[in-house]
T-cell receptor, first 116, second 112 residues
Framework: GAVVSQHPSRVICKSGTSVKIECRSL??????MFWYRQFPKQSLMLMAT?????????EQGVEKDKFLINHASLTLSTLTVTSAHPEDSSFYICSARDPQGADEQYFGPGTRLTVT | AQSVTQPDIHITVSEGASLELRCNYSYGATPYLFWYVQSPGQGLQLLLK??????LVQGIKGFEAEFKRSQSSFNLRKPSVHWSDAAEYFC??????????FGKGTMLLVSP
């Protein structure tokens, strides 16, 4: 089946720094990728939809200047958390939609971000 | 606005016993319904989906779910649980695979 990877799997950074998370579709080309945030004991909250070659569409309440999303190729999308604060600590999950596979979303394993 | 309610935060089932995880949804149109499973360190894996047709849907790993429009429910079932089924289960609703709204999840614990 289709595989989506994320890197890193976990990262610790200091307040005020920026951190980049990569999401790759390993065996298919994804024109659309999604970024989610998951709080403990909570559901996945969609942050933004990323289309290759165009600007991401952010959900209401998500700061686009803080969570920079780039989808420069059909297999790679990146999420950069800028000027991170402890409240940004969370589990970030990406997914990629396979247009050849009935548009099913395939999810990455997630990235645990801790901001100290 | 669409929403999903999974009323059970966690459930403990004995190995070999049957399982039912509850899911209720709110959606303005004909819903597309999904069940995903998330194991530690792994991404969400699609167990099954309902788009249309037969309201009893068969999925992978021996799971099935039944869509009941009158009850706005899409409960997940398995006749005999295995220890490897211990994981977190998410119900989701959407219009196709886009713009999925997830429930808060139900953690399944399997006792020996």
């Amino acid at each position: 089946g289709a595989v989506v990877s994320q890197h890193p799997s976990r990262v610790i950074c200091k307040s005020g720094t920026s951190v980049k998370i990569e999401c790759r579709s390993l065996d298919f080309q994804a024109t659309t990728m999604f970024w989610y945030r998951q709080f403990p004991k909570q559901s996945l909250m969609l942050m933004a939809t990323s289309n290759e070659g165009s600007k991401a569409t952010y959900e209401q309440g998500v700061e686009k200047d803080k969570f920079l999303i780039n989808h420069a190729s059909l297999t790679l999308s990146t999420l950069t958390v800028t000027s991170a604060h402890p409240e940004d600590s969370s589990f970030y999950i990406c997914s990629a939609r396979d247009p050849q596979g009935a548009d099913e979303q395939y999810f990455g394993p997630g990235t645990r971000l801790t901001v100290t | 606005a669409q929403s999903v309610t999974q009323p059970d935060i966690h459930i403990t089932v004995s190995e070999g016993a049957s399982l039912e995880l509850r899911c209720n949804y709110s959606y303005g149109a004909t819903p597309y319904l999904f069940w995903y499973v998330q194991s530690p360190g792994q991404g969400l894996q699609l167990l099954l989906k309902y788009f249309s047709g037969d309201t009893l849907v068969q999925g992978i790993k021996g799971f099935e779910a039944e869509f009941k429009r009158s009850q706005s429910s899409f409960n997940l079932r398995k006749p005999s649980v295995h220890w490897s089924d211990a994981a977190e289960y998410f119900c989701a609703v959407g219009s196709g695979y886009s713009t999925l709204t997830f429930g808060k999840g139900t953690m399944l614990l399997v006792s020996p």
